[in-house]
């Protein structure tokens, strides 16, 4: 589906026209460095090696070859293997890399056997043979055909050649065919580099601030964020949406020893699973107060200057505070002191908090998305304040102050002509990068902004929003997570089942 998108942050959209700068959406959201968004960038700060050949098709080896030619065609630092290798640890090799490796290697001398960090070091797979998701008949079986083939191989991405396609898959469902035709520069520069140079790495606890126990979910301030969850759950169960769960026993390993570098890396989840609920709590929304030009860069702690048009806003961004599903859970079935957490962002530090006497059996991290789901929250309370300062009776402002918003994410897209007025759209056309990364998170909060900027120098009213994320699903925002549950159900067509 094309989905028409007014205002694209991160590149297509160019920087004079931006609302809000890159490097204070950084600064929200605590990313100490530059984050590449456009292709180009990212392609430049690649360093990719090829693992040597041991067993592969033709076919495979010529793939494998003219990738080689695209991505130092596209501007990527391709590395000889032999100049590879960690000058401490002669047996691995370095981190920061993209290790391809074609066809098959034996037991003992995979890539993985010579990388040191999952986290730090992607490796990318080509395989023969036709995509198997293409065989599946079911949305949730064709996501396990693809992860099936990534344990078995321990890589993050699988390209399959055929005769016609050579199809990108990663870890968060993403099936992307790709004809095989003469010219493959364009779609690796557009789809394959962006999943290269924005992998999924499963988010691991240590990344956060985390606070076990700490959730007292008998509050009787917290009983309406969390009844929302669970009065949901049937709706969604309805909707058919959620693929639930691939779980780590169902995948075949060569052996227990690559099954527990999985496990590491997932940081000891039992699986993957796809989806998530968000019920962010309220917020104390300030009017935005305009600037005129001569005091434009004079802002108070913890405000950041907004444009609408030509003029300026400072907008004091709170902490903010989000129940979100924990990584793994049935979304239609929620145990609130099991699949519940609360995450928080403060000056740019994360926060999680998990519920009081939670059964230690119990996989409690954090989702994929918490970085994303979090720069949500903070674009909510932004465009609240600009709201406040231009329609202060404005739902959104109400719902804000009053009770929070919700966030759903799927795997899959929306008729953009189906949306409820008052909805703005972005991303469509953003590069395709992948869930739990430093750019899907800025593509949220900056798209968010943008899109609901245009729509209060028009004078709309805002109401919520829908984030599409190229070649992975959608992030819609609304008053409370039964009314988006109701509307989907009204307006979005089931999975195959």
Known sequence: MRYHTENIPGGAMPAAGRCIEVRTARELLGFPRDVPLVPDEMARGLKVTFYPISSASDRVRQFAERLRVAL???????????????SRRPDRLRDDLVV????????????IDHVSNLRKTSIVGIVDGP?????????????????????????????????????????????????????????????LIPKLAAPVVPPHVSDFEMRPGALDLSRPELRPYIDDFV???PLWEKSSLFLFHTSLEALEFRSPFYKRIVAAYLDQRSGMSYGFLARQCAVDVRPAREMDGQDAGALDDAEVLVRIGTRHFAVQVPDVWVFTTRSGCDKAHLDPHRDILLMGLSRGRVIIETPRDLDPRIDSRPSYDTLTILAHAVGNAIVGALLAAHRPASLFVRSLRTSGLALAHWHGYVDPDALPKGYAIYGADNPPVSCSTHQAALFALLGKVSACEKMIGRDEEVEGDLHVEPHHGVNMTGPSLVDLARWVLLNVSPPRE
């Not at 596209?74 to 590879?84: D, K, L, Q, R, S």
């Open 231 to 233: 009065l949901s759950g």
């Open 72 to 86: 130092v065609e596209a501007g990527v630092h391709v590395i000889p293997f032999e100049e590879a290798g960690d």
């Open 100 to 111: 391809v490796a074609a066809g098959e290697s034996p037991m003992g001398d995979l890539p």
């Open 131 to 191: 995509c198997p998701a293409n065989a599946g008949t079911t949305d949730q079986s064709k996501l396990n055909s693809i992860v099936r083939t990534l344990g078995w191989y321990v890589i993050q991405t699988v390209v399959y050649v055929d005769d016609a396609f050579w199809t990108v898959c990663t870890m968060n469902g993403a099936i992307i065919p790709c004809a095989m035709n003469s010219q493959i520069g364009e779609d690796v520069r557009s789809i």
